[in-house]
Structure formats: C-alpha cells, structure tokens
C-alpha cells in the first residue's frame, strides 16, 4: 500500500472552484478505486467521488453531481478532483482513498476545504 498526500485545499468564497491534488508515493495500480471522501465538523466522513482503476468508472454523491469532476492519471500517481461552484455546504475535510480490495484501503492526511458564504 502506498502513502497518499493531498493538496489544493483552502478557503474560497461561495461559487469559487478550488481543484484538489493527490501524490501517491507508489505506484496505483493494484488499486481497485480510488476517490475522495469528506468529514464536516460534527458530520460522518461521507463519499465525495471515486473511480475505478480498471476503465475509469466514475461515481459522484448526488450532492456534487454536475459540479465536482474527478479524475486519475495512473502513470503518475496522481488523483485530482476539480470543485467548481462551491457552496458553504461543502466545507469540510477532504480525504483522498486508495481502495485494495480485500488488501485493505489506505488515506490521506485530509486537507481542509472552507467556503465562505
């Protein structure tokens, strides 16, 4: 399993974009998925995005849909997550996931994202 270190979060007012980056300090493609999750203050961590490692199957919580676009660069090693239209809602922390099947998952260190209405 690899190290994940996100970057890109920060503060940006309501309808800003912020794009979120993260380093993988290995190669991804034992993968099964990666994807973004999020925790608001006082909130349960909750799926923001993923995709698949194999074809590149994207899935978006219905709360992002049509604003939030992920995507992966395998050679790299790298998973970014562009946030366009930003509302307060969206504050929180936001964690990048590598998903290894039965092998287990690994996280990020989270980056805060704060919108500011």
């Known amino acids: 399993q690899v190290q994940l270190v996100e970057s890109g979060g920060g503060l940006v007012q309501s309808g800003g974009s912020l794009r979120l980056s993260c380093a993988a300090s290995?190669?991804?493609?034992?993968?099964?998925?990666m994807g973004w999750y999020r925790q608001a203050p006082g909130k349960e961590r909750e799926l923001v995005a993923d995709?698949?490692?194999?074809?590149?199957?994207?899935n978006y919580a219905d709360s992002v849909k049509g604003r939030f676009t992920i995507s992966s660069i395998i050679g790299k090693a790298t998973l970014h997550l562009q946030m366009n239209s930003l509302k307060p809602e969206d504050t929180a922390v936001y964690y990048c996931?590598?998903?290894?099947?039965?092998?287990?998952?690994?996280w990020g260190q989270g980056t805060q994202v704060t919108v500011s209405s």
């Open positions: 996931h590598a998903d290894y099947g039965l092998r287990g998952r690994s």
């Open positions: 290995g190669s991804i493609l034992s993968t099964v998925a």
């Open positions: 995709i698949t490692t194999i074809g590149g199957v994207t």
